[in-house]
């Protein structure tokens, strides 16, 4: 895997902090929630450790910004550049669609949109693992298996079933893909202008980062794979090799640096 110095373009999923569902176990799509003061925290101390100047990931190395609509994404960004300093990062307010953030001596995209926005929940929206389960068996659902999300979606008026995801978060993809392409085709060919930004970061939810995962790496949503994301946590992916159709999860990055003063 390249390091840090390489050309080689990374992309982070940011999920946003705790909420007072997400610190239950409830299932949160459209519900617009704030973070709690204890995820809006959380997120500091994150940002303070990986996002900004020297650090982890570089603000001026960024070439593109994802986030839901969801508030607790969009103060989540928030969040990640006022840890950074107004030296490193300016967030104006943006609009219904994003808009052009101010990144170290240049702008930076920032996409708001609902492909990346929590998986439709419909009417298991603010409900427990076990109290769908209960609630699915009410309807006569699941008389062999257990629900899995994964396999089986939601249902419900603003549901989703897994292909439906798995299409928006692809769209998504390949729009990274599209870019970080181009980005290592001028690096072959000695192109790259000075300061050219590579890195994507994507400040989203629980189960469609996860997907995000399992997609990236070209497996189905049903694939058996327990992947974890902490609220206010981070997960990095590139390309092994530096090669654009050999997607990789970083299992390991190296910290340079230390923490910003």
Known sequence: M??????????????????????LGRFTGVTDLPLLPVGEQKVRETASHVFGPGLLIEPSNVARFYVSPRQRAQRTLELLFDTAGREACLLPSLGEDGGEVGVGSGTVDV????????????DYEGLLTHEIRELRKERGHDKERAWDIW????EGEGSEMPGQVEERVERVIEEIVELHASYLKDAEEGKLGKGR????????HGHILRAFVKLWLGCSLDAKMELMLEPGGVCGLSYAHSKIDQRAVLV????PGGTKE
């Open 252 to 255: 390991g990055m190296s910290f």
């Open 197 to 204: 930004r590579r890195d994507v970061v994507v400040v989203a």
């Open 151 to 154: 396999r089986d979606g939601a």
């Open 111 to 122: 996409r708001v949109t609902e492909d990346v926005a929590e998986w439709g929940y419909g």
């Open 2 to 23: 390249a390091d840090k110095d390489s050309t080689t373009p990374r992309i982070y999923l940011i999920r946003h902090g705790q909420t007072s569902w997400s610190q």
